[in-house]
């Protein structure tokens, strides 16, 4: 799944600490970012404005439920 460069990276992450389960970002030079970790969020803000970098990289949950959470914020692939 891959994260809408257009939607609000802040809601995002406020949206991942609502989730249950695990929450990962995978960037496109193979950074794998566990957003449930504070020091990985910075990390995800700080590339949240490279859009390249949102576009290229995949979100990957270990809830199916969680995927809903975060659904508003993802592309329709």
Do not use: W
Not at 32 to 46: D, E, G, M, R, W
Not at 52 to 70: H, Q, W
């Amino acid at each position: 799944m891959r994260i809408n460069p257009k939607k609000n990276g802040i809601e995002f992450l406020k949206a991942v600490g609502e989730c249950s389960g695990s929450v990962y970002f995978d960037t496109p030079d193979g950074n794998h970012l566990n957003l449930k970790s504070i020091l990985s969020q910075y990390v995800f803000s700080a590339i949240s404005g490279q859009e390249d970098l949102i576009r290229g990289g995949s979100v990957l949950c270990s809830s199916d439920r969680d995927i809903d959470i975060l659904r508003p914020y993802l592309l329709e692939e």
